[in-house]
C-alpha cells in the first residue's frame, strides 16, 4: 500500500477526504492527517509518505510552500493540491512546484478515483526504476569486490557474519525470491535476465544451506560454493560458483 498524509486547516474536510473514496482499493492507504501545514512538514521530513494531498490557502505555511520545502529537501514524495479558488495563476505554480495534479474544492469522487488510478501507476514505475537502479548499484559493488570479505561488508550487515561465507550462481525462467535463510545473511543480486548471484555468511552445513536455498526456490538452477576465508578472491569463487552450476546441469543433478 502506498502511504498517503491528508493536510488541510479545516478538520470537516479532511473527514470529507478520507471518506470519500476507497483508498484501499486503489492501492493506498491514509497514513496521516494534520491541520497545521508545519506540524505536517515536521512529520514529513521524518517519515516521508508516498503522497501528499494538501489545501493550498493555510495560514503560517500555504500548499505551494509546503511542496517547494518537499522538493528543496529532494524527497522523493507526490504532491496534490488542492483549492477552492479556480484561478488558473494557482494551477500555474501549483504544478511549476512539481505538483502531480491540482484539484478544486469540493473535489469530486470521479476527479479523486482518477488522479488515484494515475498516481499508482507513477510510484509503480517509479519503483521499478528505483529497484533496477539498485541493483545495478549492487552488481557493481559485487563485481568490483577483490575479496569474499570485501564483498560481504559492501552488501552484507557485518553484524551478523558467520564463520562461513558463500557465494552461489542462480539461473531460472522467473524472478527471485527474497531468500530468508535460517542462520544466515545474503543478498541476492541479479546480473542479467535469468540469472543472479546469492552472496551471504552462514554457521549452515554446505548441505543444509543448498537445502535451504532450494526449499526457498525448488525451480532454480544452483551451484553452490561455500568458503571460510574471507580473504578469497571474488572472481575465482564467483567462477567456481557457475562453473558448479553447469556442472550439476550437465550431470543431470
Request: proline share 5%.
Amino acid at each position: 500500500m502506498y502511504r498517503v498524509c491528508l493536510i488541510d486547516d479545516e478538520p470537516w474536510v479532511l473527514v470529507g477526504l478520507e471518506y470519500l473514496v476507497d483508498w484501499e482499493t486503489f492501492g493506498f492507504q491514509v497514513a496521516s492527517r494534520h491541520e497545521h501545514a508545519r506540524q505536517a512538514l515536521e512529520a514529513i521530513l521524518r517519515d516521508p509518505p508516498d503522497v501528499v494531498i494538501s489545501d493550498i490557502r493555510m495560514p503560517a505555511l500555504s500548499g505551494l510552500d509546503l511542496l517547494a520545502a518537499i522538493r528543496e529537501a529532494q524527497l522523493p514524495v507526490e504532491g496534490v493540491l488542492v483549492s477552492a479558488f479556480a484561478d488558473f495563476a494557482y494551477a500555474q505554480e501549483a504544478i511549476s512546484r512539481g505538483a502531480f495534479q491540482y484539484l478544486l474544492k469540493p473535489v469530486k469522487k470521479a476527479e479523486l478515483e482518477d488522479c488515484l488510478t494515475r498516481l499508482r501507476t507513477l510510484l509503480a514505475k517509479k519503483g521499478q526504476q528505483q529497484a533496477q537502479e539498485e541493483n545495478l548499484h549492487r552488481r557493481s559493488l559485487l563485481l568490483s569486490a577483490k575479496t569474499v570479505g570485501e564483498a560481504a561488508e559492501t552488501l552484507l550487515d557485518p553484524e551478523f557474519f558467520s564463520s562461513v561465507f558463500f557465494v552461489a550462481n542462480l539461473h531460472g525462467t522467473s524472478s527471485f525470491p527474497a531468500f530468508s535463510l535460517p542462520e544466515t545473511v545474503c543478498a541476492c543480486i541479479p546480473l542479467e535476465i535469468g540469472n543472479a548471484v546469492l552472496l551471504g555468511s552462514t554457521s549452515l552445513s554446505p548441505d543444509q544451506l543448498f537445502e535451504q536455498i532450494m526449499a526457498s526456490a525448488s525451480d532454480l538452477r544452483i551451484g553452490l560454493i561455500c568458503t571460510s576465508r574471507p580473504e578469497e578472491e571474488m572472481a575465482s569463487l564467483l567462477y567456481r560458483a557457475q562453473l558448479a552450476r553447469k556442472s550439476a546441469v550437465f550431470l543431470g543433478q
